[in-house]
């Protein structure tokens, strides 16, 4: 069974840093994309970033490109998103995700994240003004 673990959430002023970490296991090493999503309350599901894990080749949503970096640690099956200069509009729960596609329903699933069979429980992001 996927379980995907994510820390790092918290409270930041705007500004700020911080790096989300996601540890991955229950699969075998191959061709899987990872990637960030986040929800906030009221609103729809926004995808972040995908990457896959064969090649490290990665993609960022519009929103977030030049602030947030997806990357991988493939010894340690784990994910991260460094996200920077974060704002009040980022306040949202984040998760992490993970399945089985190849670089084409990678690239879709960083626009459509809601495409991933498997998720991590969330951690909740706080921007302050």
């Known amino acids: 069974q996927v379980q995907l673990v994510e820390s790092g959430g918290g409270s930041v002023q705007a500004g700020g840093s911080l790096r989300l970490s996601c540890a991955a296991s229950?699969?075998?090493?191959?061709?899987?994309?990872m990637g960030w999503f986040r929800q906030a309350p009221g609103k729809e599901r926004e995808g972040m970033a995908t990457?896959?894990?064969?090649?490290?080749?990665?993609w960022h949503a519009d929103s977030v490109r030049g602030r947030f970096t997806i990357s991988q640690d493939n010894a340690n099956n784990t994910v991260y998103l460094q996200m920077n200069s974060l704002r009040p509009e980022d306040t949202a729960m984040y998760y992490c995700?993970?399945?089985?596609?190849?670089?084409?329903?990678?690239?879709?699933?960083?626009?459509?994240?809601?495409?991933?069979?498997?998720r991590g429980q969330g951690t909740q992001i706080t921007v302050s003004s």
């Open positions: 990457i896959w894990t064969p090649t490290s080749i990665r």
């Open positions: 995700a993970a399945d089985r596609f190849g670089p084409s329903d990678c690239y879709k699933a960083s626009r459509s994240p809601g495409s991933f069979n498997y």
């Open positions: 229950g699969y075998a090493a191959g061709r899987v994309c």
